[in-house]
């Protein structure tokens, strides 16, 4: 913002996450974490307040036990399995 003090930031729009548009308690969190965290070593690092709804999105869209599913989506689930590092942990640890 041209007129803001620099101390001040102007909030444009709200960032969303798989869908989930973050409030402004998650905004504030969100920035809290980037803020007071010290710069990691790992480029896999995601905060928390990111991390939350991606996990919550994993599960949601996860195949459930009842649900059908043909023969090829049973195929390629297990083909897709076959790459995974850990396969049967969910997206929650």
Known sequence: CRECPPSHLQLISVPAVCEYKMNEHDFLSLLHEL??????????WIPHSILKPIQSYACRSAIKFGDELTMMEMEDMMTQLNTCSFPFQCAHG
């Open 35 to 44: 803020f007071a965290s010290p710069l990691h070593e790992s480029s896999s």
